[in-house]
């Protein structure tokens, strides 16, 4: 239980991947804030067994992460109420599949907002408590979309390789102050943001829903396999062990091979 009095802020954690990390950090004894959208019962159900398993609190916060307010009072509630945060991770995210000369702007916007713009309001909230404890870990959710690119996901594409910039910019910042800053850029993992855009992809270009399985999603991954949410939590926890203490400015990709192509 190495996170034993730490605490971690997941963003977008009542489902897929942060959800993953609020487990992980949680069977290494840290406190968990977990935020997102969804179902109040399953929410709970979900905080509940967090708590369970680390034998410290968690807490959820509805904290929407287009909203600068709110997420700097979610992260000085977790201050307060849970301690640090010791660990944040920017992961919350959506898509929206459509050519530049159809992209609704609000869904641009919203993009921008929720999956780059949060995490620069996450990591300027958390810093401070962060400098004054002297460590802290910084982890943000890219994809493989912050290093290539794909047609029709101009936002998405526009946001993830903005946060491998700004990653590697707030690294160089904290890098002496025992805090690091990296992101992980999944391939395609097994979650509802990819089911959600399946419909979408077969409209845009005309496929089936095996055609996109296929064709157009593990196309990409040389593995022919989706990536899981544990495997990317796993390495978000090494990323929290001192031994990682040196791992700063990172962009690490657990894409099957994707970009490697
Ligand atoms: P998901 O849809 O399962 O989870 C997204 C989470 O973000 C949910 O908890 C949702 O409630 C939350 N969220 C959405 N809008 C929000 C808002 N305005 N405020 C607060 N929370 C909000 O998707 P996922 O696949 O687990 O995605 C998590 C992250 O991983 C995203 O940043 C995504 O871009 C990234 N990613 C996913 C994949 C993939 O293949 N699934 C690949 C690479 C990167």
Not at 64 to 70: G, I, L
Not at 169 to 184: C, F, M, P
Request: hydrophobic fraction near 45%; glycine fraction near 8%; charged fraction near 20%.
């Amino acid at each position: 239980m190495f996170l034993k009095g730490k605490s971690a802020i997941v963003t977008g954690s009542t489902s897929g991947i942060g959800l993953a990390y609020a487990k992980a950090f949680a069977a290494e004894g840290a406190s968990v804030m977990i935020n997102g959208f969804g179902d109040a019962a399953a929410i709970e159900t979900e905080r509940a067994a967090l708590e369970a398993t680390s034998g410290a609190k968690a807490l959820y916060d509805a904290a929407d992460m287009t909203k600068a307010e709110a997420i700097e009072a979610m992260v000085k509630r977790c201050h307060d109420e849970l301690g640090g945060p010791d660990i944040i991770v920017n992961n919350a995210g959506i898509q929206h599949v459509a050519p530049i000369d159809e992209f609704p702007i609000d869904k641009w916007d919203a993009i921008i907002a929720i999956n780059l713009t949060s995490a620069f309001h996450m990591m300027r909230a958390s810093i401070p408590y962060m400098k004054a404890a002297k460590w802290g870990r910084i982890i943000s959710t890219a994809s493989a979309h912050s290093l290539v690119a794909s047609p029709n996901k101009s936002a998405y594409v526009a946001a993830k390789h903005g946060i491998a910039g700004l990653t590697k910019t707030a690294a160089l910042e904290v890098a002496t102050h025992g805090i690091t800053v990296n992101a992980i850029s999944p391939g395609y993992v097994w979650t509802p943001l990819v089911e959600n855009q399946i419909p979408d992809t077969m409209k845009a270009r005309g496929l089936t829903r095996e055609q996109v399985m296929n064709d157009v999603l593990l196309a990409a991954q040389p593995t022919k396999e989706f990536v899981t949410p544990e495997q990317v939590a796993a390495l978000a926890l090494f990323l929290c062990r001192d031994e990682a203490k040196s791992i700063t400015g990172a962009n690490m990709t657990v894409d099957g091979g994707w970009t490697a192509a």
